[in-house]
């Protein structure tokens, strides 16, 4: 089973859902496919090759449900199954007095929160998906968290996530040094029986996760969990070392740019490294808060950047990038404060700072 929180698959909106603002997974990546176009894809070339059925299976939010179900229509036609199930809501805690946050008076969306994706394992059971993947599927499934570290507590493997660690001990938990695996990768594969079992028995006791939150002024507190955490609860879980090729994550615009740029290509759903890349890490890329949101960073930039020779890139400012444009070595380029900064098209920027256009 293929499971995608739907929520979290992240950020272009295409022109036809640009008011499903809280969709990510319908960002364009590449060739005008999204990204949850490109997990259909690859479930289907998957299914092609080896003769099987495996689903694809999205948890949505009481935010996303909606949107979802209009999204997919346009897969009524894959060859694939696609089935949909909501998590739980709860309601935000008011950080001064921890009440309720609808019991204050505000009633609205906003006053309630999906509890992260840890909430897997009892909605899967809850809304009669998990019975059902039981009935027709083999064993195992794939289940998409995000996590932390692993460690070895109490004899069990445990996954431990930065937002658990004190605030003076945050350097030591980033060090490379004394916690050498990292759990990026976002897989997880889950037998299906031991997650009914487990469920059942109310034994995914998972350690609770404060998430501080702002709503119009009012401080309050989501208390979330994450899906990785539950390792602890399964006999024999193991961790598996993976290269770090297999790990591609999109977590903000700057990500975005790698992922759309010639550094990649794209075959049956997959984005993998362009050989001509000689060196083996991918560019540092910095980019100001003038690109933080999908639609500006999209709008900055008429054509992605060549970056195949590309070693880092910071921009400042407000800067716009022709097309065609290729970047090289290092590169900086800043606007001045109050000042357009514009990138002509087909121009080429190697081993320089730009501060203006009399440096390009």
Known sequence: MAAVDAAKVLPKLKSDVATLSQIRSVIEVRNGLTFLDLIVIQIETLNAKYGCSVPLLLMNSFNTHDDTAKIIEKYAKSNIEIHTFNQSQYPRLVTEDFTPLPCKGNTGKDAWYPPGHGDVF??????????????????????????????????????????????????????????????????????????????????????IIPNPKEVNGVKVLQLETAAGAAIRFFDNAIGINVPRSRFLPVKATSDLLLVQSDLYTLSDGFVTRNLARTNPENPSIELGPEFKKVADFLSRFKTIPSIIELDSLKVTGDVWFGAGVTLKGKVTITAKPGEKLEIPDGSVIAGKNINGPGDI
Not at 167 to 176: R, Y
């Open 122 to 207: 009892s909605s899967l059971k809850n809304s009669g998906k998990l019975d059902a993947l039981l009935s027709k599927v083999t064993p195992k499934t794939l289940a998409d968290v995000k996590g932390g570290t692993l460690i070895s507590y109490e004899g069990r493997v445990q996954l431990l996530e930065i937002a658990q660690v004190p605030d003076e001990h945050v350097n030591e938990f980033k060090s490379i040094e004394k916690f050498k695996i990292s759990t990026p990768t976002t897989c997880k594969w889950i037998n299906l029986p031991a997650i009914k079992r487990l469920v059942e028995a109310d034994a995914l006791k998972m350690e």
